[in-house]
């Protein structure tokens, strides 16, 4: 993520059709949705500890719930935090039914060795590696809420879309993310 | 001029600044004090590369991980289309409406049509007890004559290129031999396709082994399904999440329960 995307991020949804349209156009509109979104959306999935398996899982009940709520004429407005809010509901619900959440911190863990390990031998490479495993750990360490607020905002969401997602209120998006980053950057600082 | 005793910006709203969720008003204030302040911009800077770091990070660890593309799309396409079909076809709501005596007739009358279509079919085809059965027996090759045959593959050449682009072309000869096989005389080239049963995109070979005649009126459980199957294994298999010797066992061994395995449907999703 680009400084100006951060200071910048766009809430723009490539959406045009009116609640009349056609299934067929429907279809296309929620493909385009894919084409967009599948990537955060299924980067945000694995980040809540879920298998990639059951992440694809969850983005294809997101699509086709985007489906059915398009078909019956709602709202079209704000579609990538109720797309984002769709996803973190149906992964939570997943990850409690896997109860994955232990295997989650053993593949952060060797995900970040995985990093380290493969890092070439040049010594700022190596730095950059250990930097980058510092943050991850940092973030690990915070509460389940700040992690959340953090990855949305790393994929580019607002705060009042984060809010809506979390079902929270903007205040609480903007203390949460303002005490993790103050985290981070002590962390970096050390 | 900066007010030494002007107090500093907190990082709440440093970071709220920067996001464009300040109102105007108080934006201008903000913006006004960071020319002056080189220890807000010096803290803004240091939390907005906080948040970059962390934001490239994040998507470093992750993003090694998100398998292509192709195959989820293909997957949420049809099911999609599925979605839409039975949108198109709201007939039974009108059966919901009428009122209770009426609607036990109207079951009546659909379960005897039902039953009448399903009688015929069995009649037709006494061997097997199940219509399900029947379209799906079928439509798969008899394991004595077709038990699947593989080549010496990496994953690596498997991946190297997209399925569509190797599968191969079977010669006159051997599908003359396959027709044997199967005791088919005087095929017609409309009525069979001769079809690998491990398709070379997997690792199957030009061998009798893994062909057999692809029956073409298989109108539930045919070629285009199998041709599906093929694709989401190929991206399953190159994204690392299965096998590639499960892969080519399960479509060898029965494709039809590989296809409700991998689509995690009961039915076909396209091509029917």
Not at chain 1, 20 to 40: L, T
Not at chain 1, 137 to 151: E, K, T, Y
């Amino acid at each position: 993520m680009s400084p100006s995307s951060f200071e910048d991020a766009s809430v723009a949804v490539p959406l045009t059709l009116g609640s009349s349209a056609k299934p067929s156009r429907i279809e296309a509109e929620v493909m385009e949705s894919f084409e967009e979104f599948r990537d955060p959306l299924l980067r945000y999935s694995l980040s809540l500890g879920l298998t990639v398996h059951d992440a694809e899982e969850v983005i294809q009940e997101v699509f086709l719930a985007l489906f059915r709520h398009l078909q019956l004429g709602r709202s079209r407005r704000n579609l990538r935090g109720w797309l984002f809010r769709v996803a973190h509901n149906l992964a939570l619900k997943q990850r409690l039914a896997n109860r994955t959440l232990s295997q989650r911190n053993v593949l952060d863990t060797r995900i970040a060795e995985e990093q380290i390990a493969a890092t070439p031998s040049p010594e700022e490479e190596v730095s950059t590696a250990q930097r980058r495993h510092r943050l991850l750990a940092v973030v690990q360490a915070l509460p389940d809420h700040d992690q959340s607020c953090l990855r949305l905002r790393a994929e580019g969401l607002r705060y009042r879309e984060i809010a809506t997602v979390l079902g929270i209120s903007l205040g609480a998006v903007s203390i949460s993310l303002t005490r993790s980053l103050a985290r981070l950057t002590r962390a970096d600082s050390r | 001029m900066l007010d030494q005793n002007l107090r500093h910006i907190s990082d709440e709203e440093l970071l709220f600044a920067a996001a464009g969720e300040l109102s105007k008003h108080r934006a201008a204030e903000v913006h006004k004090h960071l020319e002056a302040c080189w220890t807000c911009r010096a803290r803004r800077m240091e939390l907005e590369r906080a948040m970059t770091d962390f934001a490239q990070s994040y998507r470093m660890e992750l993003d090694p991980h998100l398998p292509p593309i192709g195959g989820l799309r293909a997957l949420v396409r049809s099911r999609l289309r599925e979605l839409a079909r039975e949108e198109r076809t709201p007939r039974w709501k009108y059966i919901c409406r009428l009122n209770s005596g009426v609607r036990h007739w109207a079951y009546l009358g659909a379960g005897l049509v039902v039953a009448a279509a399903l009688g015929g079919l069995l009649f037709r085809n006494s061997r097997t007890t199940s219509t399900t059965a029947w379209f799906e027996a079928e439509t798969r090759p008899d394991g004595s004559l077709t038990p699947g045959a593989t080549r010496q593959v990496t994953i690596s050449e498997v991946c190297a290129n997209p399925r569509e682009e190797v599968i191969g072309e079977v010669s006159v000869s051997l599908r003359q031999e396959v027709f044997e096989k199967y005791g088919i005389v005087n095929p017609r080239p409309e009525d069979y396709e001769i079809d690998y049963l491990i398709a070379p995109g997997l690792g199957g070979t030009d061998d009798v082994r893994n062909l057999w005649p692809e029956p073409y009126h298989a109108r539930v459980w045919n070629a285009r399904v199998k041709d599906a199957l093929e694709e989401r294994l190929h991206e399953l298999v190159c994204s690392g999440q299965v096998e590639l010797s499960t892969a080519q066992h399960d479509i060898a061994t029965d494709w039809i329960a590989a296809y409700k395995k991998y689509f995690h449907t009961n039915k076909p999703v396209v091509g029917s």
